[in-house]
């Protein structure tokens, strides 16, 4: 990571959960409202469930946690996912979270770069995401894994944009990567 400590992205599971509720605890308003569109509270148990039982085909989620001295465990610090649509099967929903005291140290690029090779490595070749006109952040980061189309108005500032996914440079899916 930018500050020298290390991460480690892997695939989230159900053992996940404790640690998924402490980091929806930990956001911000406008951290939530970035990524939910409305100051979600909380994570239903249903919602809790489904985000935790990610097949890694459909649905692939991502964490990274990062080893913090004193700490017995490393710290999760952030998501990303994608959902496969139905419709299209080359297509997914895109959104990355990342807690508030983390953000801009390079999780969000790492996860974003590590889910673009996974997604890809089973058969999905474009995202599109929900985000606020002015989140310049989540932009930049789509752009380096692909093309972005021009915006589409959702309302109420909020437009989808359409990625293009760049094939990745490593052919081989990676199961667990580290982070510097
Ligand atoms: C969008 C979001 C996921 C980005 O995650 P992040 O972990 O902050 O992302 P990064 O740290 O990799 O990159 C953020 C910025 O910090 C910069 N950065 C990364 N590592 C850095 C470092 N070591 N030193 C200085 N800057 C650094 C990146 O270049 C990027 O800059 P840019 O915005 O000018 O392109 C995060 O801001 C977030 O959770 N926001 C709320 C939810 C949200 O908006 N989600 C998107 C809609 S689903």
Redesign the pocket.
Known sequence: ???GSIGQIRPLGPADRDALIEGFDSLSP??RI??FFFEKKALSDQELHALTHPDGVDHIALGLAVAIEGRPEPLPI?VARCFRSQDDLELAE?????R?D???????????QALAEAAWNVGIRRWF????CD????R??LSRVGDLSDDRAIGSGVVEVLCDLYPPVQPEPAVSTEVE
Not at 102 to 112: D, K, R, S, V
């Open positions: 990571m930018g500050d406008e951290s970035r990524r952030g895109v959104a990355l979270i990342t508030d983390w953000q801009g140290a390079g999780a969000g690029t790492a996860l974003m995401g929900a985000l606020f989140n310049q952040t989540i930049n980061l």
